[in-house]
C-alpha cells in the first residue's frame, strides 16, 4: 500500500497532535502519524524546525505543504476534503461558519489556558517527576469554572455549541476535556453540569475520537 500523502508528525498522546489527528479521521483522510521523541529533543532539530518553527508539536506535511498549528490544520484539512468523511465541521453557510469561528475562538481564548494548566500539572507533571502547583491548580480551575457555566448556559438550548450539528467547535474540546475527565479527579467538573455533561457524552464517544483514544493507549 503506497504511503498516505499525508504526515502528522509528533505524539499521539499530545493534545494538539490528538486534535489533528480526530480531524482526518473524521474526514476520512489517510494518514502516517510519524513519531517524534520529545524525551530526545527530536523537536528541536533542525530539520523538524524547518516544518515547526516553534519547535512543537504537531507538524503537518501534504505532499509539499508544510503547517504547524493544529486548529489551522484542521482547517485546511475541512477545506480541502469537504465532501470526505464528516461534512459541515468548518460549516456550509456564512452563518454558522460565524458560529464555530465564535465558538471555536471561546475554546483556544477561554477554554484551552486553564484546561491546559491542569491537564499538565494534573496529569503530565507527575510523569515527568514534577511538584504539582497546588496554587496554579486552584486558579485554572476556577477560570475553568467560570468558562463551564457559559457552556452548561450555551448547550441547554443547543445540541452543540455552534448550532445542531457536530463540528469543530466542538471537536477541540475533545483533547484537553479527555484527560481531565478520564485521567484526574476533576471529571465532576465536567459530569456535574447536566447539558455539558450530555455534550461531553456524545462527542467523546464518535467513533473518530474513539480510536484517537486507542492510539493514546497503545
Not at 455549541?161 to 485521567?183: C, I, M, R, W
Request: glycine share 2%; proline share 6%; aromatic share 10%.
Amino acid at each position: 500500500m503506497a504511503t498516505p500523502p499525508v504526515k502528522v508528525y509528533g505524539p499521539a498522546l499530545s493534545t494538539a497532535v490528538s486534535r489533528v489527528l480526530v480531524c482526518l479521521l473524521e474526514k476520512d483522510v489517510p494518514f502516517q502519524l510519524v513519531p517524534v521523541s520529545m524525551a530526545k529533543l527530536e523537536h528541536k532539530k533542525p530539520d523538524y524546525i524547518k516544518m515547526q518553527p516553534f519547535g512543537q508539536v504537531p507538524a503537518f506535511q501534504d505532499e509539499d505543504i508544510t503547517l504547524f498549528e493544529s486548529r489551522a490544520i484542521c482547517r485546511y484539512i475541512a477545506e480541502k476534503y469537504p465532501n470526505k468523511g464528516t461534512a459541515g465541521l468548518f460549516g456550509t453557510n456564512p452563518l454558522v461558519k460565524a458560529s464555530i469561528d465564535q465558538w471555536l475562538e471561546a475554546e483556544s481564548q477561554s477554554f484551552n489556558p486553564p484546561s491546559s494548566v491542569l491537564t499538565f500539572q494534573l496529569v503530565f507533571a507527575s510523569r515527568m517527576k514534577l511538584k504539582q502547583d497546588e496554587a496554579l491548580i486552584k486558579q485554572n480551575e476556577a477560570k475553568l469554572v467560570k468558562v463551564l457555566d457559559v457552556y452548561e448556559n450555551r448547550l441547554e438550548s443547543s445540541r452543540y455549541l455552534a448550532g445542531d450539528e457536530f463540528t469543530f467547535a466542538d471537536l477541540s474540546h475533545l483533547p484537553n476535556t479527555q484527560y481531565l475527565v478520564d485521567k484526574t479527579d476533576r471529571a465532576e467538573l465536567f459530569t456535574s453540569r447536566k447539558n455539558v455533561s450530555r455534550w461531553w457524552s456524545e462527542i467523546s464517544t464518535r467513533t473518530a475520537w474513539k480510536k484517537v483514544v486507542e492510539m493514546q493507549n497503545a
